[in-house]
């Protein structure tokens, strides 16, 4: 049996829904506490698509990568969901004040990061530590709202999943819907099973469109984003797959 996962980082660790091919209905939830556990899980997935960034460019750009520039084109009032992501030597800054003096000098025009950016470092690292060009033949990053774009038949979504850092219920919803719509089991969709100091049930529907991605990159259905990727310094394709 062909299984697929999606992933998503989150206060406890990281979400994985795990899926047969075939079988949404099917899918599980399991939460784990770090990548490195997400590569160890058996029966190896035979793509994980997770939601954070892979292939970190030397210098920072308006828009950040070429790949978060494509990807952000058809998200509408929803295209700040995808961040620009930062130069490699600003992400490995484990002090905010640090980083933000290394981006300025590592982008162009120069600009700082934001804090919510930089939240997302440790987790970035992580994957990064971890990741080769051989295993980018199986992991591979995906961002879920371009996931729930492709969901939506290639329309922006018309509500956030957060407003003001909290989870806005009509925004879930809408999402809920697409993966119910999708094959997905509603009442898994309707309650997360983990604690909120753990993950919220944004993180979780996250983990869901992460999945289905996955699923339609091993069906040959999947959007890569641009279509000709660049790599960075390591050989690490930036592309995002929706």
């Not at 996962?5 to 795990?18: E, F, Q, S, T, Y």
């Not at 698509?49 to 998200?75: H, K």
């Not at 898994?188 to 990159?217: E, K, M, N, Q, Y």
Request: aromatic content about 6%.
């Amino acid at each position: 049996m062909t299984l697929v996962a999606g992933v998503d980082g989150c206060r406890g660790g990281w979400i994985v829904a795990l899926r047969p091919l075939a079988a949404p209905e099917r899918a599980e939830v399991r939460m784990v506490p770090t990548f490195a556990d997400v590569l160890a899980i058996r029966p190896e997935p035979e793509v994980i698509a997770v939601d954070m960034p892979i292939g970190l460019p030397q210098a920072g750009s308006l828009g950040g990568r070429p790949c978060d520039v494509a990807a952000r084109a058809g998200l509408g009032g929803r295209q700040s969901a995808v961040f620009a992501v930062p130069a490699r030597a600003a992400v490995m800054c484990v002090d905010y004040g640090e980083a933000c003096r290394v981006a300025l000098v590592n982008s162009q025009p120069p600009r700082k990061v934001s804090k919510q950016t930089f939240n997302l470092f440790a987790k970035i690292r992580e994957v990064d530590a971890l990741l080769t060009p051989e295993l980018q033949t199986r992991i591979v990053e995906c961002h879920p709202e371009v996931a729930f774009w492709a969901l939506n038949g290639r329309r922006e979504l018309t509500t956030p999943k957060k407003v003001k850092s909290k989870p806005f219920e009509p925004g879930l919803a809408q999402r809920r819907a697409l993966l119910a719509a999708a094959g997905y089991d509603r009442a898994l969709l309707d309650a997360c099973p983990f604690r909120v100091s753990v993950a919220g049930p944004d993180d979780l529907l996250d983990a869901f469109a992460c999945s289905w991605t996955a699923a339609r990159i091993v069906r040959n259905e999947a959007i890569c984003f641009p279509a000709a990727p660049d790599c960075d310094a390591r050989g690490l394709r930036m592309e995002i797959w929706g």
